[in-house]
């Protein structure tokens, strides 16, 4: 996909700069539009007052985490961005790497972190080293490229890749804050969620909150991507309604979308008016890490999800039994799902290998692979069912 901006079409008006608006690139025009880096004290209580959630898909409040920390720690933005469809954290980190590394000093001085870590994807290793070399305060920062592959941007293979240079998650038992990059406390934290922190510590909580829903303050990046006919990354306020925020793309149609990316789920037509929020917000849709694929009418749900599934299975650690085992058998009967075999009892064993691998990896690979696909057979169920009486209904 494109990565251009859709600025000129966001759906929101914002009286001071947020991610998608501001500086440019360089350090001069940064420090020019919002001036050099407040000495911010109190800079964890200000984040809880802000309401920030993690914005790398899990939506964690990003206040008890820096809370966790305990001195001497790392602090890693974590720019991996593994998931195909997404591209607002290589948008931020070559349009906006000041941002991110603002937010990186600040939780660092607030934390009292004493190591500093940058990991992003091939694509962003030039703009990042870019702005690392052009400041004096982030002399500290390693930049760190990963490799590209789907679990490469889960917590525990970014801190992989920086003991062995093998961006793979690990089994840990014990909390990364606790016990994380060689042994010492480690803060994994989405290069948006720290872009956030560096507009907090400047303006603060209640500017953040100005905008967006009380249960879903300030505003999130979006990927947009699929049957639309203006690709690219958008910022909305939280809780903006889906319709409002793939209108900005101009989708050709609407049949589904994907929200929240391959780990995410489907909705059809009839969710366009609910709200993209954190799941706590009444009638929200996870917005995730904020991936909207549109998939219009002349596209089938059904052999979307199959492909994915496959993609999914294959992108696996190749570590835990649901990974081994269950994913590859997943994607077998998705793929028959999709290409119409005629069986009964084909919907009820989805149904049985879903709870086979549900919840019983190392990490969340086999979850979220269980999630999109649950919510296929959901919205797509008239499909499944036409599929089954050999018509496919996206191909009338
Ligand atoms: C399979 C998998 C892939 C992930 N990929 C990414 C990624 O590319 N970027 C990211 O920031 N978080 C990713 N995460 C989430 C991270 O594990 C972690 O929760 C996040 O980086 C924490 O930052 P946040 O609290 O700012 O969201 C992934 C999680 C899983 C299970
Ligand atoms: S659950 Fe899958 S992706 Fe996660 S660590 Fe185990 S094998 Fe790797």
Not at 69 to 92: C, F, H, Q, Y
Request: net charge neutral.
């Amino acid at each position: 996909m494109t990565t251009a901006p859709t600025t000129d079409r966001r759906p929101i008006a914002l009286d001071f700069p947020r991610l998608l608006t501001g500086s440019g690139p360089g350090y001069d025009e940064h420090l020019r539009t919002l001036g050099p880096l407040p000495d911010h004290r109190g800079l964890i209580e200000e984040v809880e007052r802000s309401g920030l959630t993690g914005r790398g898909g899990a939506g964690f409040p990003t206040a008890r985490k820096l809370s966790a920390m305990t001195p001497r720690g790392v602090v890693i933005a974590n720019g991996s961005e593994g998931e195909p469809l997404s591209a607002k954290d290589e948008w931020l980190l070559r349009q906006r790497p000041h941002l991110v590394i603002d937010g990186m000093l600040a939780t660092a001085r607030a934390t009292d972190a004493k190591q500093l870590h940058l990991v992003v994807g091939p694509a962003s290793e030039a703009a990042a080293r870019q702005a690392v070399g052009e400041r004096r305060d982030a002399r500290g920062i390693e930049v760190t490229v990963t490799q590209e592959r789907f679990v490469s941007g889960e917590a525990s293979a970014v801190v992989h890749l920086l003991t062995s240079g093998d961006a793979l998650p690990t089994d840990h038992t014990v909390r990364l804050t606790t016990r994380g990059l060689r042994r010492k406390p480690t803060l994994v934290q989405n290069v948006e969620t720290l872009a956030h922190i560096g507009v907090i510590a400047r303006f603060g909580a209640a500017a953040f909150r100005s905008v967006g829903h009380p249960a879903d303050p300030g505003t999130r990046l979006f990927s947009i991507t699929g049957d639309v006919q203006h690709p690219g990354v958008t910022e909305a306020e939280g809780g903006t309604p889906l319709r409002s925020v793939i209108g900005v793309a101009s989708p050709r149609s609407v049949a589904g979308v994907l929200v929240g990316g391959y780990h995410g789920t489907w909705v059809g037509r009839e969710a366009l008016e609910r709200p993209l929020a954190l799941p706590t917000m009444p009638g929200a849709i996870p917005a995730g890490a904020g991936i909207l694929m549109v998939i219009g009418e002349g596209t089938c749900g059904v052999r979307t999800t199959a492909e994915i599934a496959e993609y999914l299975a294959a992108e696996s650690a190749g570590q835990c039994g649901p990974c081994v085992n269950g994913l590859p058998a997943l994607a077998e009967l998705v793929a028959r799902l999709a290409h119409g075999d005629r069986n009964h009892g084909l919907v009820g064993e989805v149904e049985r290998m879903l709870t086979l691998v549900d919840g019983r990896g190392a990490c969340h690979h086999p979850d979220g692979t269980a999630r999109i696909v649950r919510s296929a057979m959901r919205t797509f169920a008239a499909d499944i069912e036409a599929h089954r009486h050999g018509h496919c209904l996206a191909a009338r």
